[in-house]
């Protein structure tokens, strides 16, 4: 425990040395260097493909499942993506140093605000290894120090990749103890590095419930949790239908492992008897297992009985809970009970009720006539994304570059003092 | 232990239910109801200072010092104040609702950040009863329930300010819950509040270290500090000299108890033998003790000598520390190496290094040519202030309405899904 203790301390008072340096770096360093990181990684992906396939071959002795390798793996295309991504935020623009107004009292001092790094932040992750350059990528473009924590299934990739980013990211003028990665997994290094508030100034946890909650649990550093989705569409009365079900299918369907899928559809009851039972037809053609509450069970044979328990299921793959109610009030008083404030949107053509929706409903995103899938950094135009925030404050939803900086005001004076 | 979780967790159950209603109260209902605050404050400023007196009397028979009798004790002009304040926060624009940007993507959906209140705020603090309503105003204007918890040395005064402020709030359509005031007053309660995450969106200590510190260690609640403020005023060569006399002297005297006082001053070296010492008997005729580095002190006799504590010392008080440095760079080493990154000042005439002191001096405020004392939400243009946070998340330095909302992504669609 005290070498434990020793490890991480050690990492992260380099990356809050690194950190004093990386809030200066200029664009340009911090730019060349995620382009050489990207061509480090392609040209080392046999080295990298090689410590992955320790870390996969662990995981199927010791019996995981298929999705869980599946989510472990690399392959070259995967290496490709990654690569790309790192060129990606290299392309972003840097708000490092940005002003976003520049305002005058009436004293005659300008006063703005300027965006800065955060600091260190640290990342605690599970079994992905592509979270590891991602998460390096945008931290080093905000010009923060990354302090990473992958999982002990990743152990040997995320050292790999790490490793390679480093080295790149020297050559090219990046300060040591930048790129920080946690080498030792015990589990206890999660409240450790938690704990560690006089070297890092945020933790994101990515990974499961139980992980978000053991970091939360334990944290005197800020945290921003990426928790669960259980994301609704309420098709309202009257909508245009053949949006509804493009909208609930896509949100359902077209990635259904994904925080911002739907895992609830609510339909007002007007719709019950006609569109809902084609709708419903629909979505069992692609695949996906309803459970619907006693109205939908009669507007449509053969579905099972949703429990309560489904009300706040985050399924995360094809399963579908469909409630009929009465109104927009009772779909919102729906959500409000059984939401987790993620994404939820409506589908209707009433002015009135899409405009309540959007200042009532209270998620991280709010969507009019568009698919619960659309919260996603790219989508809504930041950029790239390192997640989705769970957490009220400093970030709330989709998480760009802007959402690892914090500001400072900056005050330009002629010799202004106080009365 | 069992009845006060009780108190406070129903407490807090309260501000929750009360805060989804506050959410969506208008601007109108908002505005009437701090106006009728106000007058109610003033209608009934007998009780309150009748209230006041029992704290005062119990202080002065606890034997407390003359500045803690002060901060405590309510007068008319206080009181006066107080209603005051009420209405200058019923005057500013109402945060809730707008939409900073709103952006169209290619494919056509529109995507804006709306700012919602946060939810429940809750506010940990001591001694002085005018931050009851302060508080109030500001959370009440902003959309948030408040959870008022303040010390047991001003248990009346709080109580009844609390309950003129609840029940004119009431009258004029606020819900029940929207302003709680936890009136039992137990050290342990602080613990309880700060982990009662099921329904504390935010806590806010206000008062000395001993008070953040148990606030911070026990928290799950996400907290934002109002911490110390090591505050330096760095004079540059060259500068405009009767400029940095008068910055100087406001920065330390014009009120010493502040948290953006200045309690360092680092003069350019070329400035120590003929400056200097003038600058330091216009401090001391103003009744400062100096506290001087060696060059310091063979630069104007008479002057004891600082010891490590003082670089790091926040006085609160009439002494200052003044160190001469060699140049910018100096300097920048020293308030990185001692400051508090709270406020930090410098006064040139050089443009680039100007420059440089506003992008790599890392504090909350940082000012050219002005006092450390402008670093307030009034003088910087936020209307009323909460505090000055030294938290880096959320929000950082002075904290105005808008520090205590969030934002939620709202997307306006016309069938938008997900490719």
Known sequence: MTDLIAHITEKARAAKTAAGLLAVLSTAVKNRALRAMADAVSAQAADLLAANARDVEAARRDGRNAAFVDRLTLTPLRIDEMAKGLREV??????????????????????????????????????RPNVTADSAALCLKSGNAVLLRGGSEAVHSNRAIATVLREAAAKAGVPDGAIGLVERTEREGVRVMATLDRYVDLIIPRGGEGLIQAVARDATVPIIKHDKGVCHVYVDHPADLAMAEAVCVNAKVQRPGTCNAMETLLVHEALADDWLPTLLARLRREGVEIRGCPRTRAAAPGIAEATEADWSAEYLDLILAVKVVRDLDDAMAHIARYGSQHTDAIVTSDYARAHRFLREVDSAAVLVNSSTRLHDGYQLGLGAEIGISTTRIHARGAMG???????????????QVRD
């Open 90 to 127: 290299a392309d972003l623009p840097d708000p490092v140093g940005s002003i976003s107004s520049l305002t005058v009292r009436p004293n005659g001092m300008q006063v703005g605000r300027m965006r800065v790094p955060l600091g260190v932040i640290g990342i605690i992750y599970e079994s």
């Open 401 to 415: 570059l802007e959402e690892l900086t914090c500001s400072k005001f900056v005050v330009l004076g002629t010799g």
